[in-house]
T-cell receptor, first 115, second 114 residues
Framework: DAMVIQNPRYQVTQFGKPVTLSCSQT?????MYWYQQKSSQAPKLLFH???????NEADTPDNFQSRRPNTSFCFLDIRSPGLGDAAMYLC??????????????FGPGTRLLVL | GQNIDQPTEMTATEGAIVQINCTYQ??????LFWYQQHAGEAPTFLSY????GLEEKGRFSSFLSRSKGYSYLLLKELQMKDSASYLC???????????????FGAGTRLAVHP
């Protein structure tokens, strides 16, 4: 049973061509996160939502934007991808409340390649 | 600043025990997680500590000392399938709303040999 779904699993785009990555969840969690992970590096938090309240990390580039039209779906838009944006993009969800219940559940990720 | 340190790589033999250490310095602390990540896949939850001491879960155990900013993950009876990266992550309050965000270390790549 898929819980956090990311599409596509692999995305190839051209330098400067806008791209959108999608994430959906069947867990009815109120918190969603987008991470960027480059090879052999830590996942880096880009954005997080508590319901529709949007928060971006201070060092998230302006080139990255996000939308959450409803509880189940969240999108990551890269307006003008550069070669340095090639990475795995991970979506995660959690139910706010603290304790073990607030484990983050990750989707399988979308690997982005920029040509 | 936020700083989480783990060794980059470790190797071990099938059937052995391995301990992966993690030290952290973060502005906030609301628990520490260990995740397993196989190459090209998403991280999966292994363990969670919020109080000092040892948490045991089958072949995996995790220890936390908050005063020392230190945790370790202990893997027993190693199997070939345990070859993966192991990520240490500190849970930090994300501001208003009562929820948290995770700050990850870069991960320790463990290779298990026959």
């Amino acid at each position: 049973d898929a819980m956090v779904i990311q599409n596509p699993r692999y995305q190839v785009t051209q330098f400067g061509k806008p791209v959108t990555l999608s994430c959906s969840q069947t867990l009815n969690h109120n918190v969603m996160y987008w991470y960027q992970q480059k090879s052999s590096q830590a996942p880096k938090l880009l954005f997080h939502y508590y319901d529709k309240d949007f928060n971006n990390e201070a060092d998230t580039p302006d080139n990255f934007q996000s939308r959450r039209p409803n509880t189940s779906f969240c999108f990551l838009d890269i307006r003008s991808p550069g070669l340095g944006d090639a990475a795995m993009y991970l979506c995660a969800t959690t139910s706010a409340g603290g304790g073990p219940k607030e484990t983050q559940y990750f989707g399988p990720g979308t690997r982005l390649l920029v040509l | 600043g936020q700083n989480i340190d783990q060794p980059t790589e470790m190797t071990a033999t099938e059937g052995a025990i391995v301990q992966i250490n993690c030290t952290y310095q973060t502005s906030g602390f609301n628990g520490l997680f260990w995740y397993q990540q196989h190459a090209g896949e998403a991280p999966t939850f292994l363990s969670y500590n919020v109080l000092d001491g040892l948490e045991e879960k089958g072949r995996f155990s995790s220890f936390l000392s908050r005063s020392k900013g230190y945790s370790y993950l202990l893997l027993k009876e190693l199997q070939m399938k345990d070859s993966a990266s192991y990520l240490c992550a500190v849970r930090d309050p994300a501001g208003t709303g009562g929820y948290n965000k995770l700050i990850f270390g870069a991960g320790t790549r463990l290779a298990v040999h026959p």
